[in-house]
């Protein structure tokens, strides 16, 4: 069984800074993609960066120039460097992993911006 777990969120003043980090294990098939996405209360989930077994990336415009996603692929693993954190970055953060023919998902972190 695949698994897919995240770390990293907490509670930081808006400016401020977190990097989330990601292991995916288990992994029987080469993987594609690995992402990041968030789901706010009373919205959608939404994402906010992935990246490429090759390391082309993909970012939501309100996130770019403050986010910066990493991956390693010997050891399965992304990060997401978040910078200049804004209130609106607020959410439940969750790592997605696109392997074979499947999506795995992780159980999401929690990230909270405020004074």
């Known amino acids: 069984q695949v698994q897919v777990v995240e770390s990293g969120g907490g509670l930081v003043q808006p400016g401020g800074s977190l990097r989330l980090s990601c292991t995916a294990s288990?992994?029987?098939?080469?993987?594609?993609?690995m992402g990041w996405y968030r789901q706010a209360p009373g919205k959608q989930r939404e994402l906010v960066a992935e990246i490429t077994s090759i390391g082309s990336t993909n970012y939501e415009d309100s996130v770019k120039g403050r986010f910066t996603i990493s991956r390693d692929n010997a050891k399965n693993t992304v990060a997401l460097q978040m910078n200049s954190l804004k209130p609106e970055d607020t959410a439940v953060y969750y790592c997605r992993v696109y392997s074979g023919s499947y999506m795995y998902w992780g159980q999401g972190t929690q990230v909270t911006v405020s004074p």
């Open positions: 288990r992994i029987i098939f080469s993987i594609r993609t």
